[in-house]
């Protein structure tokens, strides 16, 4: 008896000092890090605007909507992202006024002017700053509008349309909400330059808030992997 105790003693020793020597020599793997998402701006993207717009001064003042369509490309690095940007929309931005003149011969006559803006747009520049899959900017660059003006008196109308061009400045935010599809709201403050309507009826500075939301297609993929 004693002999197969000292033997079971002999074989647990063995086969404990085999393992020790086995996990000695076994190297240490050290765990993969978990990955994680990192969004890249960079890239082409095309997209869909709306919004409202109204004049800064004036009485009656213009105001209304438009609805329209953006293109763009970004640029990344670290994390500032500058890019290019243009839209255009169109617009049922307008105002009316109707008042009495006496026109000899006629004696009092109704007169009706009205001003609408059937489109709009800008072509900027933007710069922002990105955490993630949202990016804070500030923009600014060209701006312009289709603008017409429509005289009414004694049941005749006569109109004469204008290219006014100016610049526009604001800021937005945009946010990606799923790979490759992002959303933003934007402010922008437009200044339009005066042009001179029928030859004869020059009109003044012409300075439009607008607040728009847009959404956009990015084709870069920009869901990158990063360990």
């Not at 074989?11 to 050290?30: C, M």
């Not at 960079?42 to 004036?58: H, K």
């Not at 009092?108 to 059937?118: G, L």
């Amino acid at each position: 008896m004693k002999k197969i105790f000292l033997a079971s003693a002999c074989l647990l020793a063995l086969t404990g000092a085999a393992s020790a020597a086995d996990l000695a020599a076994r190297p240490y793997v050290k765990a993969p890090v978990a990955m994680a998402s990192v969004y890249n701006w960079t890239g082409f993207y095309l997209g869909l605007v709306g919004g409202g717009a109204w004049e800064d001064s004036g009485s009656p003042r213009m105001q209304g909507g438009f609805v329209g369509g953006t293109a763009g490309y970004n640029w990344q690095t670290g994390n500032v992202v500058f890019g290019v940007e243009a839209d255009g929309a169109w617009a049922d931005v307008s105002a009316s006024a109707t008042g009495a003149t006496v026109v000899p011969g006629f004696g009092v006559v109704t007169t009706t002017a009205s001003s609408k803006t059937d489109a709009l747009g800008t072509v900027r520049g933007r710069i922002g700053y990105a955490v993630n899959n949202v990016l804070f900017y500030g923009t600014g660059g060209y701006a312009w509008i289709d603008n017409k003006i429509t005289l009414s008196a004694l049941g005749v109308s006569a109109s004469d349309s204008k290219w006014h061009s100016g610049w526009t400045v604001g800021a937005g935010v945009e946010a990606f909400i799923a790979p490759q599809w992002s959303i933003k709201g934007e402010y922008l403050y437009r200044s339009l330059g005066g042009e001179t309507y029928f030859g004869a009826l020059p009109t003044g500075t012409l300075n439009l808030h607008t607040v728009q939301l847009g959404v956009n297609y990015h084709f870069n993929g920009p869901v990158v992997a990063k360990y």
